[in-house]
């Protein structure tokens, strides 16, 4: 089995435990590019999913390119959906 993780920059922080306890029993999947996600946040790149609409254009285009290989999808957004700008207050 395996289980294909798709989130914001936390699931980047907490994927190499969730990796090791998976260890033995599912494989561990999760979008690439870990390295440019780390440079910025902002706007999310590479294994950063950013907010939920770049998730869910992000699973479009998978859909459209035959799918995720996995079994389970592990989905972790939303915090994004609700920052706001300290300037404007939007």
């Given amino acids: 089995m395996k289980v294909y993780v798709l989130g ?3 699931s980047i922080h907490y994927g190499p ?3 090791a306890y998976l260890k033995g029993f599912w494989e561990y999947a999760r979008k690439e590019a870990e390295e440019e996600a780390r440079l910025n946040v902002k706007p999310a790149l590479g294994a950063n ?3 939920s609409s770049a998730v869910l254009a992000f699973l479009a285009a998978a859909a ?9 999808l592990l989905l972790n957004c939303g915090l ?11």
């Fill in 17 to 19: 435990y969730l990796q």
């Fill in 64 to 72: 459209r390119a035959g799918g995720l290989d996995a079994d389970v």
């Fill in 8 to 10: 914001d920059s936390i």
């Fill in 49 to 51: 999913g950013g907010d």
């Fill in 80 to 90: 994004h959906d609700i920052k706001t700008d300290p300037q404007t207050g939007r």
